[in-house]
Every structure is written in C-alpha cells, then in structure tokens.
C-alpha cells in the first residue's frame, strides 16, 4: 500500500508539469473532430456542444491552474482600480456644484 502511495506522489508531479506542456486533449464526445453526426440519416452534421466545434477539451489541472491566475490578474486588476480611486487618480470622476 505504501508503494501506490509512493508512486501517486512522484506521478503527481510529473502529470501537473505534462498538463501545463500539452493543455488539451481531444474532446471524447466528438472524437477530437469538432461536429458529430445529425440525429436523423439525412440531417448535416451539427457542432459539438462540449468542446463548442474546436475538438479539443483542456485537461483539469490546467483548468484550475489558468483559473487561478485569471483570478489573481482579475484581483491585482480590481485592487489597482481601488488604490486610483482611493488616491484622486485620473479615473475619477469630478464632481459637478448643483
């Protein structure tokens, strides 16, 4: 048991940094082609809904890794705003004497 431990440790690492290499993989709905087959015989093919007609479909871990770093730009950009406001910057608005 504590060799399967062991082994889900060291591969762990080795998987994060292959998914930070090769983000996507082909969507398993279509097959990596992008459309599927009508639902009728003579019907044309229509878009995958899952990979939205790319065929390709980001692995989990690098779905989290890239929503954290939107979050963390998407923070350090609505903190910028905040210390402008905060200290009178150009961004601000003047206010107009009714």
């Known amino acids: 048991?504590?060799?399967?431990?062991?082994?889900?440790?060291?591969?762990?690492?080795?998987?994060?940094?292959?998914?930070?290499?090769?983000?996507?993989?082909?969507?398993?709905?279509?097959?990596g082609w992008g459309s599927k087959p009508g639902r009728r015989s003579r019907s044309a093919r229509r878009h995958c809904r899952r990979c939205d007609g790319t065929g390709q479909r980001f692995r989990v871990p690098a779905r989290v890794v890239y929503r954290v770093r939107g979050a963390w730009r998407?923070?350090?950009?609505?903190?910028?705003?905040?210390?402008?406001?905060?200290?009178?910057?150009?961004?601000?608005?003047?206010?107009?004497?009714?």
């Open 74 to 98: 998407r923070h350090a950009w609505l903190t910028a705003r905040a210390a402008e406001r905060a200290a009178g910057g150009p961004g601000e608005r003047e206010q107009v004497p009714q």
């Open 1 to 31: 048991m504590t060799n399967l431990i062991l082994a889900a440790l060291a591969g762990l690492p080795l998987y994060a940094v292959f998914c930070l290499a090769r983000p996507t993989k082909a969507c398993r709905r279509c097959g």
